[in-house]
């Protein structure tokens, strides 16, 4: 009895030992492996200053991370779960006028957003651009196609969201142009910046409800991914970029929530290096 004790107390040990670790090992990646659709303004890691600030290795330690891959870029209907196996952050960019994500695709990105990825999504000015629905009606949002020609300045109705306050620096003030995609969304999304008429401009789906990863969805490509230090915008845009990837970063090596059955075996793990250490002790 005491030898069948002394083995169920090894045992108990070693699978609290393999569970610290496992959770250690996955706390933090080194880098961020990047994909998207070959769409308008976007292909692998996103072009332009958006692009070249998350190269540029002296913004890596501000990311939290040591660096960003390109994991490649791949047509509408082919986001398999392969592919996105070796994913991280997938950007979506300006889809088609008349393309749009198959429905395997869009279970896959649900899935891998399910799984610990980030989905970044970007609507545009053209009410012709209803591409993107199917995809985010799979989250719970719409998108509602009011165009807009002139410069509209945010209100930011959380400051405190990480995208207006992040490791870059705090969002003051933002106006973007013909950002015309407004958003009206679920309850469970969180909604960092409206436009006037209160509709969605910057908002997240973050981890929960069976997600381990989020859903980022951002106004004007083109502001976002392209020229953030253009004129297609006012204010601190290129502040709120660089904290909305520096989120993806912190959702992406945050641990993973075990589930109940691997919580019960940790749970057993460490009693039994609680029993080791007190015989120890006795």
């Known amino acids: ?28 990646a080194s880098f961020i492996s990047v994909g998207g659709y070959d769409s308008f303004d976007i292909s692998g890691l996103p072009g332009g200053d958006l692009g070249a600030a998350m190269l540029n290795p002296a913004n890596h330690p501000t990311f939290g991370v040591s660096g960003f891959t390109d994991a490649g870029d791949v047509a509408f209907g082919s986001a398999t779960a392969s592919y996105l196996s070796g994913v991280d952050m997938f950007f979506t960019g300006r889809l088609g006028i008349t393309s749009s994500p198959s429905g395997s695709d ?3 990105l ?83 910046a409206t436009w006037l008429n209160g509709d969605s401009a910057i908002a997240t789906l973050g981890p929960g409800a069976g997600r381990q990863g989020a859903v980022i969805v951002l106004p004007d490509v083109e502001r976002f991914l392209l020229d953030f230090d253009s004129s297609l915008g006012t204010g601190d845009t290129e502040t709120a970029t660089l904290n909305a990837i520096a989120y993806s970063v912190w959702v992406i090596n945050a641990p993973a929530v075990p589930e109940p059955g691997t919580l019960a075996v940790l749970g057993l793990g460490f009693t039994g290096l609680y029993l080791v250490r007190r015989r120890k002790l006795r």
């Open 1 to 28: 009895m005491r030898k069948l004790k002394s083995i169920l107390q090894s045992t108990y040990a070693g699978i609290a030992a393999v569970g610290i670790l496992c959770a250690a090992s996955s706390a933090s």
């Open 106 to 108: 869009i279970t896959n």
């Open 110 to 192: 649900v899935n891998f957003v399910n799984d610990g990825g980030v989905l970044v999504i970007n609507n545009d000015r053209s009410t012709s651009f209803t591409s993107l629905d199917p995809l985010l009606n799979a989250f719970g949002i719409d998108l509602v196609p009011l165009p807009t020609s002139s410069v509209e300045t945010l209100n930011i109705t959380d400051p405190a969201h990480p995208i207006m306050d992040g490791p870059f620096g705090q969002v003051l003030s933002m106006g973007l142009r013909d950002a015309s995609r407004y958003l009206a969304l679920t309850p469970d999304v969180t909604i960092a």
